[in-house]
Nanobody
Framework: VQLVESGGGLVQPGGSLRLSCVAS????????MSWYRQAPGEERELVAR????????NVADAVKGRFTISRDNAKNTVTLQMNGLKSDDTAVYYC???????????WGQGTQVTVSS
């Protein structure tokens, strides 16, 4: 299993970023995918989750109305569209697979998002 994130960077408050996670090594369309984030000195927290078919999503209250999670099962990709970014969104963002086949979580390497003027 491999999860490779991209799309992080430095953005000004109010700006947008689009994170992508390309997955391989498993049947992508079978599993729930999520995005987590971890700020310095903080615990890793769930940002958004999407069902295997992409027809159901859950988004953390802190980002509701600003972030959108989606997936393309034909391209083995899950995306996090982040709008209206705030300084509190600064963190390393991780792609997560909750594998029904292996009975465990897998994580990408993380991508840094920094929101600053």
């Amino acid at each position: 299993v491999q999860l490779v994130e991209s799309g992080g960077g430095l953005v000004q408050p109010g700006g947008s970023l689009r994170l992508s996670c390309v997955a391989s090594g498993f049947t992508f369309s079978s599993d729930v995918m999520s995005w987590y984030r971890q700020a310095p000195g903080e615990e890793r927290e769930l940002v958004a989750r999407i069902s295997s078919a992409g027809d159901s999503t859950n988004v953390a209250d802190a980002v509701k109305g600003r972030f959108t999670i989606s997936r393309d099962n034909a391209k083995n990709t899950v995306t996090l569209q982040m709008n209206g970014l705030k300084s509190d969104d600064t963190a390393v963002y991780y792609c997560n697979l909750r594998s029904s086949t292996y009975g465990r979580d897998f994580w990408g390497q993380g991508t840094q998002v920094t929101v600053s003027s």
